[in-house]
């Protein structure tokens, strides 16, 4: 967490963001938000985050909106659901992360785990776990490689990875689901729109 | 006694083979009535979301379709799947607006979701379907002298299951006592493995997965039990490169509930794939000869 002094101009603000994510279905849940900071307390990574999920929360109020899509922090969210329980709101926290992660990804920020892993699911119907970490590693960090090479063998002597993916015969199902999300608009398409 | 659709997720078909195989021969040893449930995809776990957010409610839901009426409620053993179809199924029944989305996208593939399916977690249909008293009767196997941490990461009890406290769940304690194990008051058990930070920011799940180890280590815990296949992998797999990080040299095993409760009820710990962990288990299943 860094803590810096900025000012932040009227005109970088955009208000309508904040009204554009209260509008998603669950995004409402912000605006009973009483800034307690109990999730940011409950959060196992709250320290490894530019922000606290408290203080997003607060930013998005505020129209923050290069500052919100950019942060970290929702990439940090390892969906624990420690936020969730103790919030004296009932705010599900997990799900603004996934409502941002969402809207973040598509401006393209730290998301190659996830569209692999989306990705996948769609290509099988069934994750692919070798290929996931294998594609993801290459994208993200492919100097890291040779230090699970001894790992991977390991897990594949032990029976643990796989060397083919399963294939499911309902994949042009999962496909037909993921078309009607694209036009159903899920929340990217609306903030693509 | 009811039928369960078993979804057991795409972990226990690779990684967690071993928790497949465990959960299976529990379940056929306790007369559970159980099928696969047929052709099942990718819940989408926790990482979907990010991709898409409505295709993370839509790819559960085509499981739940799959599951309900004469197939029966459907039996999960992963956590991370069990809160993915929860949350479909809260969405679903919820009635607004993904609610709306989900019924319109089963369409498409014609198909509907049953009123009255529900998920459950393989640990409540043991402790609360066949219940306990059952599984006392059926042990054969006292493992007295062993010390277990029961450990159920974050998704069996948050964000909410009913008449479970979110961080103080009881269940898998209650099942392990029946086992005449010693089941260590383990604080860190709903405190997060990292999950699939692991993939993503490693150094960061790395430590989580250390506070973890380190109180299982302070209480010499023989073994730490779980409930969920990716805490397994983070706990077990990665283990060495936790020490290699903090400088530790912690050599606990990691098994499955359904491995513990099978050597009680006596089956053999090669069936119940004890041995595929990758931290040795020989110390633990010493123990457990002597004692049986």
Partial sequence: MTHKTRVVRQEDLDPGFFDFFTSLPGGEQILSCIQCGTCSGSCPFANDMDHTPRAIIAMMRAGMVEDVLNSTTPYYCASCYSCAARCPRDINITEVMYLLKNISQLKGKYGSFYSIFGALTRRYGRMFEGELMLRAMLKTDPLKLPGFTPLGIRMFLKGKLKPLPSLIAGRGELQRLYDYAQEAGSVGREVGS | MKHYAYYPGCSLHATAADYDVSARAVMNHLDISYSELDDWNCCGATALASDSYLFSLLAPARNLALAGGDKGDMVVACNA????????????????????????????????????????????????????????????????????????????????????????????????????????????????????????????????????????????????????????????????????????????????????????????????????????????????????
């Fill in chain 2, 81 to 292: 799947c069990y809160v993915a179809e929860k949350r479909a199924l809260k969405a679903f029944k919820e009635g607004g607006e993904w609610s709306k989305r989900i019924t319109e996208g089963l369409l498409r593939i014609d198909k509907e979701i049953d009123d009255d399916v529900e998920v459950l977690h393989l640990l409540q249909v043991l402790v609360n379907e066949v219940g306990l008293e059952e599984i006392e009767n059926r042990a054969v196997c006292n493992l007295e002298g062993l010390k277990l941490a029961p450990y159920y990461g974050c998704q069996y009890s948050r964000p909410e299951t009913e008449g479970i406290h979110p961080e103080s769940p009881m269940d898998l304690e209650r099942l392990l006592e029946v086992t005449g194990a010693e089941v260590l008051d383990f604080n860190k058990k709903t405190r997060c493995c990292g999950s699939s930070l692991m993939s993503t920011k490693e150094e960061h799940a790395l430590r989580l997965c250390g506070e973890i180890l380190k109180e299982a280590d302070y209480m010499h815990a023989d073994a730490i039990v779980v409930t969920c296949p990716l805490c397994q992998l983070n706990l077990d797999a990665f283990q060495p490169r936790v020490n290699g990080l903090l400088g530790t040299d912690y050599r606990i095993p990691v098994l499955f509930f359904t491995q513990v409760v099978g050597l009680a009820l006596g089956l053999d710990p090669k069936a119940l794939g004890i041995g595929k962990q990758l931290t040795s288990c020989s110390g633990f299943l010493e123990k457990y000869r002597k004692g049986a």
